[in-house]
């Protein structure tokens, strides 16, 4: 079997809900385009995947996958994963992380149909169920967040992640009211966006702590490995960092052997697709670490994402990232917990995901070939 075309269609996402998550996203509102990548084959076998997300269009990135990304798979045997995904990452300084992460997903979605498995038994199934949490955009006032947490305790959800405001006498504010809220058995955790200072993050740090949260995430700039230890140092809650920069498995090693963080983080999109989400998550075991899985950015990295934790011991929880106007497009169903909080491992082969080709022609501003 030989690859015999790379594609990418680019769709519309319109109607999306004013939304922000701190201050490195600022404010999205409106519109954005996701692009469906296709890797064809010989045989006829094709593998799928979305580029982009409601804040970062897959438009941006497409150019560098056609030029620097497609030469590199063509004729080639999609099944050699490996070989195929280190000639992807040889190109990183011409294309994006989230288009390497899109082309991995598309060969492991092409593997699965090949072999008519869900990604997660190739991978090696560990588990067939997770608890899913919410996790808040950046809402108007301590009372919205506290409602909000309540609304999601009291419909079986596992747990509710703070965005904040990113000022941290109010992000102090929030979680005293969510707490407040929830009560002291319903697991809540913050994640501050890399929003603070040394200061700002020690005082925050030390305040939820005392109100039990669950884990302290990224609350320094991404790369400030040094803060992180004295921060870690000082503070018993867990803290997690790891989620950016966009880079792949080597970044991670200052951060064990300076033990500057708790957990590590990533997602197909933000660390170049299953390949390396798998190599970090084993990674993190071998130091007995967890690896929580960020949000994918859209709806089929999730389901990629949602393989790779059925797949790996060391994860807690699936995240869901509110509001889903700005999150969830282009699949019909869509990943949602059931009535217990649940989500459940795929079944189809592949990514086992009903992507929705009506709206997609519906929407489509064109194919890049």
Known sequence: MKISNVTLELFAWDDIPATSYGSHTGRFVGRSDLGLVRI???????????????????????????RHLKPQLMGQDPLDRERLNQALWRRVRSATVRSIGALDVA???????????????LLGTFRDRLPAYASSAVLDSPQAYAQ???QYRDTGWAAYKIHPPTRWREDIAVCEAVRRAVGDDFTIMLDSTWSYDFPAALRVGKAVEALGFYWYEDPLHDQDIYNYVKLKQQLSIPIMATEYPQTGLESYQPWITERATDYLRGDVAVKGGITTLMKTAHLAEAFRMNYEIHHGGNSLNNVANLHVAMAIRNTEFFEVLLPSGAQKYGLDPDIEPDAKGLVYAPTGPGLGAAIDFELIRRKSLGVLA
């Not at 064809?40 to 996958?65: C, K, R, W, Y």
């Not at 060969?107 to 038994?121: M, T």
């Open 40 to 66: 064809q084959t010989d045989e006829g076998i094709e593998g799928h995947a979305f580029l982009g997300s409601a804040m970062n269009p897959a438009s941006v990135d497409a150019p560098g996958l056609i």
């Open 107 to 121: 060969l492991w979605d092409l593997a699965g149909k090949a072999f008519g498995q869900p990604i997660h038994r």
């Open 148 to 150: 909000e947490a309540l």
